[in-house]
T-cell receptor, first 116, second 112 residues
Framework: GAVVSQHPSWVICKSGTSVKIECRSLDFQATTMFWYRQFPKQSLMLMATSNEGSKATYEQGVEKDKFLINHASLTLSTLTVTSAHPEDSSFYIC????????????FGEGSWLTVV | DQQVKQNSPSLSVQEGRISILNCDYTNSMFDYFLWYKKYPAEGPTFLISISSIKDKNEDGRFTVFLNKSAKHLSLHIVPSQPGDSAVYFCAASVGGNTPLVFGKGTRLSVIA
């Protein structure tokens, strides 16, 4: 199946610093990628839709200035958590539509962010 | 308003028996449904999907059933194995390049 890779898997940062998470589609091109966030024991919440070559579309309640999304190429989208706070600590997951049918959405391994 | 609902937060099944995970949805525009399996601190792994033009799709031990009139789908795993223990998410989309809408997940425990 299609492969989506995220990096880093784990990151610890200090409050006030910025952290960048990368999402790559390894064997297919993705014009659209999606960023989700998951709190413990909760479902995956869509944060934003990342569009190659244009601005991301953010879900209601997600601060676009805090969660910067860049989709510079057909295989790479990045999420930058700016001026991170402890409440930003969460599991961030990206996904992209790919595969033979082009209908299935594949997920990265996820990135666990801890802000101290 | 939750468009995709998994009303059972957890399910325990004995090894070798059938596991049935249920999912209900409210948006009649959904035309593609997927099931994902997720372990803690890992991304979801795609299991099986079904288009709204079908009512059943089978892949090995996994079968998904879709009842459009009831807006209900279910995932059957038979026989269940201890390695199937994970959280299972039901997801739906309206097609095109739209994001998935997820249910809250059901934690399956397969007991040896």
């Amino acid at each position: 199946g299609a492969v989506v890779s995220q990096h880093p898997s784990w990151v610890i940062c200090k409050s006030g610093t910025s952290v960048k998470i990368e999402c790559r589609s390894l064997d297919f091109q993705a014009t659209t990628m999606f960023w989700y966030r998951q709190f413990p024991k909760q479902s995956l919440m869509l944060m934003a839709t990342s569009n190659e070559g244009s601005k991301a579309t953010y879900e209601q309640g997600v601060e676009k200035d805090k969660f910067l999304i860049n989709h510079a190429s057909l295989t790479l989208s990045t999420l930058t958590v700016t001026s991170a706070h402890p409440e930003d600590s969460s599991f961030y997951i990206c996904s992209a539509r790919g595969g033979r049918s082009g209908n299935t959405i594949y997920f990265g391994e996820g990135s666990w962010l801890t802000v101290v | 308003d939750q468009q995709v609902k998994q009303n059972s937060p957890s399910l325990s099944v004995q090894e070798g028996r059938i596991s049935i995970l249920n999912c209900d949805y409210t948006n009649s525009m959904f035309d593609y449904f997927l099931w994902y399996k997720k372990y803690p601190a890992e991304g979801p792994t795609f299991l099986i999907s079904i288009s709204s033009i079908k009512d059943k799709n089978e892949d090995g031990r996994f079968t998904v059933f879709l009842n459009k009139s009831a807006k209900h789908l279910s995932l059957h795993i038979v026989p269940s194995q201890p390695g199937d223990s994970a959280v299972y998410f039901c997801a739906a989309s309206v097609g095109g390049n739209t994001p998935l809408v997820f249910g809250k997940g059901t934690r399956l425990s397969v007991i040896a």
